[in-house]
T-cell receptor, first 114, second 119 residues
């Protein structure tokens, strides 16, 4: 069975500082990894994905994520946080065989203070 | 707007009643998914269609739940004899099928959800 762990319920960072939202995963075979963001009263929005290739993946709104196979991690990062980045962030994983079922973590609330 | 749409956005019902939700995916997407999200949790997979075929169902999908995608376009999710534990946000997503590297394959695009409250 595949699973995702987001060890932090909440991450607090000051505007302009770098941010990291942590994610570790467990899956059979090679993973497909995703980050989504959810704003209040809105659906999940796709940020970025890792399928294969470079371990550093760049996505929307200046976010990037680093795939680390040995540590089974896919941490989300941004060099300089904005207040508007405050939202709920979800990491998700699926295996590379069979169906397209995504397994999500429980989410991490990111709060960026002015 | 060419994104995934869901109707209704909110539904309040009494325990024991039946409810039906509709999802319209992005038009060229052949895969459609239903998820359930409760407070403080990530979305949990319920079921998945490729075109009109329902290919996988989660053990979360009890006999009271049924989903259809009759023409391979929109989908409906029906909950019969609702229970208070069914209260949640029901999310629909769609994607292009296939495991081809690159392009827009694999990521799922989500609708705004239907919030169900069972009294």
């Amino acid at each position: 069975a595949q699973s995702v762990a987001q060890p932090e319920d909440q991450v607090n960072v000051a505007e302009g500082n770098p941010l990291t939202v942590k994610c570790t995963y467990s899956v059979s075979g090679n993973p497909y990894l995703f980050w989504y963001v959810q704003y209040p009263n809105r659906g999940l929005q796709f940020l970025l994905k890792y399928i294969t290739g470079d371990n550093l993946v760049k996505g929307s709104y200046g976010f990037e994520a680093e795939f680390n196979k040995s540590q089974t991690s896919f941490h989300l990062k941004k060099p300089s946080a904005l207040v508007s980045d405050s939202a709920l962030y979800f990491c998700a994983v699926r295996g590379n065989s069979g169906y397209s079922t995504l397994t999500f973590g429980k989410g991490t609330m990111l709060l960026v203070s002015p | 707007d060419t994104g995934v749409s869901q109707n209704p956005r909110h539904k309040i019902t009494k325990r024991g009643q039946n409810v039906t939700f509709r999802c319209d995916p992005i038009s060229e997407h052949n895969r459609l998914y239903w998820y359930r999200q409760t407070l403080g949790q990530g979305p949990e997979f319920l079921t998945y269609f490729q075109n009109e075929a329902q290919l996988e169902k989660s053990r979360l999908l009890s006999d009271r739940f049924s989903a259809e995608r009759p023409k391979g376009s929109f989908s409906t999710l029906e909950i019969q004899r609702t229970e208070q534990g069914d209260s949640a946000m029901y999310l629909c997503a769609s994607s292009l099928g296939g495991n081809r590297v690159g392009g827009n394959y694999n990521e799922q695009f989500f609708g705004p959800g239907t919030r169900l409250t069972v009294l």
